[in-house]
């Protein structure tokens, strides 16, 4: 038990050209940033998936507010949010692990209506309005590394919209949930437009036969959003050995705390510092390393009676930082 908070296909990721070619596509944009300034602590960059105030209002101008409030400075900013702010049609928001049956009904009748009407907005908006968005973030100091716009099963035009908005709005990658298929389509668009795609995992680790690189092997632009909390708590080996395996193919992490598999409750979300997660080692070889690979916040965890979700991030990243300063 890890104590708490502590083929040929491989080997063209790591020896042929494409490998190599893979380096072109490193994270650099934070490389020159203070050692200590905002909330990048010992070199790391710490930030926040903006999906963590989901249970809050969540448009772009109290995203900011929620940010400037604690000193963040780093983001990765879900593609809804991004869109609504121009103009878009809202994506109906998940009603929760607790909804009733006629309410997740409900939802995947909204969705499946706001795709639709997403898809024309998107025939027709000038993707030069996301301009005057950076601008927004540039004003109040965060940088937009990462936009989730999970655009794997859009049109080709729209993927290209996906990737010409990020990088308007100053992000080097475009994430994804990981997939054979969305592998196989969304790196070769990150190449086209120089740019990453980045790919989450969930508790795919834990299944026989699961691995990373069989993803990675697609495409050079293809990179992780490793979810080190759902890689531990679905197959309770240290992250860190991925991470060493494979830091140079990872573009950012997702930090959170969970149980690991043998334990009661098994693979659950936990107040940050009271599960396993060996989230001190993992920050700490990053900040050794001096690895460019983003580290972002997404709370999880039921937030506490009498706080709510801004205050749980605050806590956060007060953790990471005493971690890393």
């Known amino acids: ?38 909330s990048t602590f010992g070199g790391v960059p710490v930030g926040v998936i903006t999906y963590s105030w989901r249970s809050m209002p969540d448009s772009v101008e109290e995203i900011i507010a929620y940010c400037k409030a604690a000193n963040i400075t780093s983001l990765e900013l879900m593609g809804y949010t991004a869109e609504e702010w121009a103009g ?5 928001r998940w009603p929760g692990r607790d909804a009733t049956e006629e309410e997740r009904i409900a939802f995947r009748i909204a969705r499946e209506e706001a795709t639709k009407k997403q898809k024309e907005w998107r ?12 601008k927004l973030f540039d004003d109040a100091g965060i940088h937009v590394h990462t936009v989730k716009f999970a655009p794997a099963n859009w049109s080709d035009d729209e993927i290209d919209y996906a990737f010409k908005a990020a990088k308007i709005l100053g992000a080097g990658a475009v994430t994804n949930e990981i997939g054979d298929a969305a592998c196989r389509k969304l790196g070769k668009f990150a190449e086209k437009h120089g740019m990453i795609a980045a790919y989450h995992n969930h508790a795919q680790p834990g ?15 293809n990179k992780l959003n490793l979810d080190v ?14 991470i060493e395996k494979l830091h140079d193919r990872i573009y950012s992490i997702h930090l959170k705390d969970k149980t690991g598999i043998n334990s009661e409750p ?47 991030i605050v806590k956060c990243v007060a953790f990471c930082k005493n971690i890393l300063s």
């Open 123 to 134: 025939a027709t908006v000038d993707v030069e309005k996301y301009n005057a968005l950076k």
């Open 266 to 312: 098994a693979n659950t979300n936990q107040v940050w510092g009271e599960g396993e997660t060996p989230l001190s080692d993992i920050l700490g070889l990053i900040k050794e390393k001096k690895w460019n690979i983003y580290a972002d916040i997404e709370l999880e965890y039921p937030i506490p009676e009498g706080s709510d979700a801004q205050q749980e």
């Open 229 to 242: 909390g759902h890689y531990f708590g679905a197959t309770g080996k240290h992250p860190n050995e991925l």
């Open 207 to 221: 299944e026989p036969g699961f691995d990373f690189e069989e993803f990675l092997v697609h495409s050079p632009a």
């Open 88 to 92: 878009a049609p809202a994506t109906p």
């Open 1 to 38: 038990m890890i104590k708490k908070n502590q083929t040929s296909r491989r080997n063209f990721i790591r020896t042929t050209a494409a490998g190599t070619t893979a380096l072109a596509f490193a994270p650099l944009a934070f490389s020159c940033t203070p050692k200590n300034a905002g």
